[in-house]
């Protein structure tokens, strides 16, 4: 019987995912043994052109990671769906947007302004040099993806198969599923979240945890946490309360806040929302003035409580003004 | 056609839903552009439901509960009032003007309230304007919310 096809690819993602499939140590031999992997950009030499040839559904599973930013991951995301059985967005950036997704705090003017004339690194003259999308060379025409105003997450171009969460997907995990897809039984709903669990990063916390009661918040450099209580109750912003499990609450151990990569748990559309709500109910104070002190402690609501989800929560861009 | 505010209320069971009936019974009149779902205490409302009320197309969005100590639950208003000025912060980041979104307090015996809150809020957000959001692109169509191709 002939391998099982499986691709991997990366759109506008930082190549962490694809460190994680290789932190998969000896077992990366497994999949190599399980697997005819068709597609790997990062890791091997194939062509788009090689999977344009390849009949459709010839994939069996096509582990995508990386949102939507550009021409050429929207291109190669309806081809890969095209080509594949199962399509699994992987990663907080193909689940949800991820770090890519802050792009969509501003505009895409503003970004190609700071990048290519304003930044302070950038040598501009006659107002900067910005890439064209064509350009006429005396070889011919030379064409370069053009960049989308918003970052999408891969749902929002195509129709995925299944989720696994994480910036990156822990090791363990991403084996979990492999191992599982691997043993035969049968798959689990179109749509379900895998290689993570169905609760709230607190509950893998072992953190020790008292009635929350918070009168100042702190930003991580002004405080030494202490490394056995909750770090929310020391006032340090951690989004455990609105983060799904399956990580081993990996930051938290390490004595650094969740930064929410996980996503949010189940029946939670808007990690933000949860994250406001979750506060509200311990923020001590009952006084207009005494709340808008302590809020004003908050920097960067939008930017922390969305880090990871701006591009698939319920409103999904800052408006451009 | 002249502008008329699309505007979701979320008003308590206990409090502002019941004066929101007397408004009603004593026929005070009051402005109709306020949708009003009830909820068991101000402090039910999620912020999610908010979000998501502007992201159907509300251009603004009033959450009325109880006064302070009056809450059928005690403590359910005082989640209430941190957590729309947090709210509030957040829309505005999200570019949306804080002031489409109020808090207010209507007890049971206070339908002329009700109706005045509902009336000066309807004038607020007609001056505002209609909300125009990225999400509500899509919609035109009478698709989904944001699935057509916006780049």
């Known amino acids: 019987m002939a391998k099982p096809k499986l691709a991997l690819y ?8 694809d460190i994680a499939v290789l932190d998969l140590q000896e077992k990366i031999l497994d999949v190599a043994n399980i697997f005819d992997i068709v597609f790997w950009p990062v890791a091997m030499d194939f062509k788009y052109d090689d999977i344009r040839k390849m009949d459709d559904k010839s994939i069996d599973i096509c582990l995508f990671n990386g949102s939507i930013r550009n021409s050429e991951n929207a291109d190669i995301a309806r081809l890969l769906r095209a080509k594949s059985k199962v399509l699994v967005a992987f990663g907080s950036c193909a689940l949800e947007g991820g770090i890519p997704g802050l792009a969509n705090l501003t505009t895409k003017d503003r970004i190609m302004d700071w990048a290519f004339r304003d930044s302070p690194s950038t040598v501009s003259q ?33 129709e995925v198969d299944y989720y696994i969460p994480g910036c990156p997907p822990q090791p363990s995990q991403i084996w979990g599923v492999i191992e599982f897809i691997m043993s035969g039984k049968p798959l689990p709903e179109k ?21 929350k009661k918070i009168s100042r918040f702190f930003r991580p450099y002004e405080i030494e946490p202490n490394p056995n209580e909750c770090l929310l109750d020391q006032g340090i912003l951690c989004m455990g309360p609105a983060t799904r ?21 189940p029946n939670v559309i808007d990690q933000g929302a949860k994250m406001i709500s979750a506060l509200s109910s311990i923020i001590d104070a009952h006084e207009p003035d005494d709340i808008e002190r302590i809020l004003d402690q908050i920097a960067d609501p939008i930017g922390t409580f969305y880090r990871f989800s701006l591009a698939h ?5 800052v408006e451009k003004s | 056609m002249s502008f008329e505010p699309k505007i979701v209320g979320f008003l308590c ?125 899509g919609r035109k169509d009478g698709q989904k919310a944001g699935v057509a191709e916006v780049k």
Not at chain 2, 115 to 124: D, G, K, L, M, W
Request: aromatic share 8%.
């Open chain 1, 126 to 158: 006659n107002g900067g040099v910005y890439p064209q999308t064509h350009t006429k060379t005396q070889e011919g025409q030379i064409e370069i993806p053009e960049i989308w105003e918003t970052v999408k997450s891969l749902d929002q171009v195509v």
């Open chain 1, 313 to 317: 929560s319920i409103l999904r861009r």
């Open chain 1, 245 to 265: 499990d399956g990580c081993g609450a990996l930051c938290t151990k390490a004595n650094v806040p969740c930064r929410g990569c996980y996503g949010p748990p």
């Open chain 2, 13 to 137: 069971n206990w409090c502002s839903y019941t004066g929101a009936d007397l408004a009603g019974v004593s026929r005070i009149k009051s402005a109709p552009n306020v949708r009003i779902i009830r909820t068991m205490c101000s402090g039910r409302v999620d912020p999610t439901f908010i979000l998501k009320a502007f992201q159907l197309g509300a251009d603004g969005v009033v959450v009325m509960g109880c006064h302070l100590g009056d809450c059928h639950y005690q403590e359910g208003n005082y989640k209430t009032i941190r957590r729309i000025p947090f709210l509030k912060r957040l829309i505005r980041d999200f570019g949306i003007d804080p002031r489409r979104l109020r808090l207010e307090w209507v007890s049971a015996s206070e339908g002329d309230r009700f109706a005045h809150v509902v009336n000066t809020f309807t004038e607020e957000i007609r001056a505002l304007g209609p909300l125009e959001l990225y999400i509500h692109a």
């Open chain 1, 10 to 17: 990366w759109a506008a993602s930082c190549g962490g995912c």
């Open chain 1, 191 to 211: 749509g379900a979240i895998l290689g993570a669990g169905t609760k709230t990063c607190c509950d893998e916390c072992t953190r020790e945890r008292k009635e």
